[in-house]
């Protein structure tokens, strides 16, 4: 009698098993059904405010194309007519180029001033050549320090690929960070079987160059497929 009654439950808890694998796959094709276009068009939101904030950033990145930002200068002026006067005699005195007032539009310190560290300054220049001319010397300056004016995202990549910028250059390759994109062009003196054995990141090849570029924010995952892949094999499980 108690064998019989055994088995009985037995058959009782596995029909039960059934009937919860056979609604919940049924609850959950339901809320696929209605969550799918929600998904897709909540994925779509994203990639549309993706392309949006890197338009944004390079319209932000050209209307910073004529500055540039100088570091290490004395903070001394009182008037920004006296820190044009400072930088200008430095650009004549190390570089040798003439700058004059009408080829600057606007100069001034930024941030407020904190212990007795120099501000940086940001300078913009009327005439795009001679902010030119001045950035490709900027190795020869000896007293400052000059970069180009990036926005805030543009910097944030820009320092997310200093870790790869220095090993590559370990590796013996030629690499410099282009706006927010890592160039890289092979050594061809380094040992072709360390190259070969050497994963690479991510990257697009253009006129002979490797470019890196910080990996997308969004990626798709089918939660659906993942949960039905975990309740199916109780159901053959119970058939068998």
């Known amino acids: 009698m108690d064998s019989q009654l055994e088995v009985f439950f037995e058959k009782i808890k596995v029909e039960m098993e059934k009937q919860t694998i056979t609604l919940t796959n049924t609850l959950m094709t339901t809320l696929e059904s209605k969550l799918k276009p929600i998904l897709e068009e909540n994925i779509q939101m994203k990639s549309e405010i ?4 890197k338009r944004v950033n390079y319209f932000e990145n050209q209307k910073r194309k004529s500055n540039l930002v100088i570091y290490g200068l004395n903070e001394e002026e009182k008037s920004s007519l006296e820190l044009l006067s400072t930088f200008k005699n430095i650009v004549h005195k190390e570089l040798n180029i003439e700058l004059f007032d009408q080829e600057i539009t606007k100069i001034h310190r930024l941030g407020r001033a904190q212990g007795e560290l120099p501000r940086p300054v940001l300078i913009s220049f009327g005439n795009y050549w001679k902010r030119l001319e001045i950035l490709k010397n900027k190795k020869k300056f000896r007293a400052i320090s000059i970069s180009e004016d990036f926005s805030k995202e543009t910097l944030e990549k820009r320092k ?77 499980k119970n058939n068998c």
Do not use: C, W
Request: hydrophobic share 25%.
């Open 50 to 53: 993706e392309k949006l904030q």
């Open 160 to 236: 997310a690929l200093k870790e790869k910028l220095d090993m590559e250059r370990k590796k013996g390759n030629y690499a410099y960070i282009k706006g927010d994109t890592l160039i890289v062009k092979s050594n061809k003196n380094t040992d072709k079987r360390k190259r070969d054995n050497t994963v690479s990141p991510p990257h697009t090849k253009e006129s002979g160059e490797t470019k890196i570029t910080p990996q997308s924010k969004f990626s798709k995952v089918d939660a659906f497929s993942l949960m039905r892949q975990r309740v199916t094999p109780k159901l053959n």
